[in-house]
């Protein structure tokens, strides 16, 4: 899919992360996040903060997907890490989606 600019091409990437997430298409999604860190890191044309606020997003949204394998003490420090986060791209969703892993 092409995209008018980088900001609709983000955009784009994040709502199809957040579909392939809702229907636990993990091969997709993984297959997805790959190719969105490359489109991060190698886009110029992205400023270095929205680079570091998608980047935290793709990183929590891995470790929320492994928190029904992991402790619940573990859940909680994520919990104060998302929150604590700055900058961080869909806080309250991300959070939405940790609640729901527990």
């Not at 890490?81 to 729901?100: F, G, H, S, V, Y």
Request: aromatic content about 12%; some cysteine.
């Amino acid at each position: 899919m092409t995209y008018r600019d980088v900001f609709d091409g983000l955009q784009g990437r994040w709502l199809l992360v957040k579909t392939y997430y809702e229907l636990d298409e993990y091969d997709a999604l993984d297959a997805l996040i790959d190719s969105f860190r490359i489109f991060l890191r190698r886009n110029k044309s992205i400023s270095k903060s929205y680079q570091k606020m998608y980047m935290n997003a793709i990183k929590f949204l891995q470790r929320i997907i492994k928190i029904p394998y992991e402790s619940k003490a573990s859940a909680e420090k994520l919990h104060l890490q998302i929150k604590d986060c700055q900058p961080i791209a869909e806080r309250n969703w991300l959070l939405t989606k940790l609640t729901e892993a527990r």
